[in-house]
């Protein structure tokens, strides 16, 4: 089983616990790499992101644990960029892109807070298209990489947070594939790997992980590249489920699958 995990969230934005408790946990289960990705700066929302305060604590707090812990495990400094996130604060070792947000008529809108925000949002701004939502929230997400210069594609379809078993509305309906293929088409000349990202499934809003099956296959059909990611906002998820997901990729046909150099 891959035993590397590289989108890990700690108490200093939205998680459960300190870092060194991540460390400690990635170390009692043999991990070869652990890659930290605090949530980057966003001023106009700090429910889930680190401070700037906390960003400067994190940057200190990670590298004192690459150096007290080098000898046990590889551990890397990253940040988890929004598309409307502040520019990193540091150099990281890697970057996260991904999208939380939608921009309608001037009101920047999370997607991912909870269900009856995400339906409001869809009524309020979208008059219940939630295929028009789904096409301004794909033209982000196809520009994410250009835009935060990231390393690694986060959670593809974080739209469908809500909408198991396509309650709300239905990711095979044409103006959706479509939206979502042209993101991939646009983010694939970049060889970045996209996240086959566990998030959901670990806190029970979906049973498979983003991205859904049909954008993985397409995504595979296309020559993109994957890593596997836990999203994990406690020790209790790292490397989620990963056999049961490694194993499916490599049946898929992708090849390698590891981060880590």
Known sequence: MILEDFHVHTNLCDGQNSPEEMVLSAISMGMTC??????????????????????????????????????????????????????????????????HYVKKDGNISAIDESEESFVRIASEFYGGDYYSLAEDYFLLVGDVVRKTNADIIGHFDLITKFNEGNKLFDTQNPRYVKAARDAIDKLIPYKKPFEINMGAVARGYRNEPYPENSLLSYIRQEG????????????????????????????????????CK
């Open 224 to 259: 993109g590249k994957v890593i596997l990611s836990s999203d994990s906002h406690s020790m209790a998820t790292l490397c989620y489920e990963f056999s049961r997901y490694e194993k499916m990729a490599l049946d898929m046909g992708f090849g390698k699958i590891n981060f």
């Open 34 to 99: 652990l890659g930290f990705s605090g949530h980057g700066y966003t001023p106009f929302d700090a429910s889930f992101c680190m401070s700037q305060e906390n960003t400067t604590e994190y940057k200190n707090q990670i590298n004192g644990l690459k150096e007290k812990y080098k000898d046990k495990i590889e551990i890397l400094c990253g940040i988890e960029q929004d598309y409307f996130s502040d520019e990193p604060q540091f150099s990281p070792d890697y970057i996260i892109g991904s999208v």
